[in-house]
């Protein structure tokens, strides 16, 4: 059974940019997560879709957005990139039952120069 | 007071040791606690999952959960260099599988 993908791995941005970021969820898994995780607050979760919508949404600003795909897949997208923004974006995919799992992709790290 | 507390190490052990991992947390809400593991550039890997109190065994590992006391540990029997990680504790009110808050991990490095 694959995985999380993520896509890209690494990438390089500068200041005001914007960037988008691919993952494809466990086969038969509906929800997909996004955390950021830094050295210096950890990881902290971002949002959630399940089935298309958005379920959850961490504090974090409005640069930071996402959408889902009928086939399960998400994007998240970081608009008017900030040197704070540099980080590893980690996807998590779960069937979004109360009691699913969290399954972690191996992240997305994000360069803003 | 951020609402999971996880002293970040370095915790250093020799192969063979029993090692023990804590956090503490603030929300009386949390229903679900759960550890994950972490390889340096990859992603964090489910370890141990509790619903509410108790004790959970799974071949060397073991995770207790305290509410009372808003605390969970998780102990390594028989550590080995291959558990050398980061250890990050995660609990949630109302679902195992989203908006789960973090400690910022333990890194733990068990020498041959």
């Known amino acids: 059974k694959a995985g999380v993908t993520q896509t890209p791995r690494y990438l390089i941005k500068t200041r005001g940019q914007q960037v988008t970021l691919s993952c494809s969820p466990i086969?038969?898994?509906?929800?997909v997560s996004w955390y950021q995780q830094t050295p210096g607050q950890g990881l902290q979760f971002l949002f959630e879709y399940f089935s298309e919508t958005q379920r959850n949404k961490g504090n974090f600003p409005g640069r930071f957005s996402g959408r889902q795909f009928s086939n399960s897949r998400s994007e998240m997208n970081v608009s008017t990139l900030e040197l704070g923004d540099s980080a590893l974006y980690l996807c998590?995919?779960?069937?979004?039952?109360?009691?699913?799992?969290?399954?972690f992709g191996e992240g997305s790290r994000l360069t803003v120069l | 007071q951020k609402e999971v507390e996880q002293d970040p190490g370095p915790l250093s052990v020799p192969e063979g040791a029993i090692v023990s991992l804590n956090c503490t947390y603030s929300n009386s809400a949390f229903q679900y606690f759960m550890w994950y593991r972490q390889y340096s550039r990859k992603g964090p890997e489910l370890l141990m999952y509790t619903y509410s109190s108790g004790n959970k065994e799974d071949g060397r590992f073991t995770a207790q959960v305290d509410k009372s006391s808003k605390y969970i540990s998780l102990f390594i029997r028989d550590s080995q260099p291959s558990d050398s990680a980061t250890y990050l504790c995660a609990m949630a009110p109302n679902q195992a599988g989203t908006a789960l808050i973090f400690g910022k991990g333990t890194t733990l490095s068990v020498s041959s």
């Open positions: 086969s038969g898994h509906r929800s």
């Open positions: 998590a995919s779960s069937d979004g039952t109360a009691t699913g799992e969290l399954f």
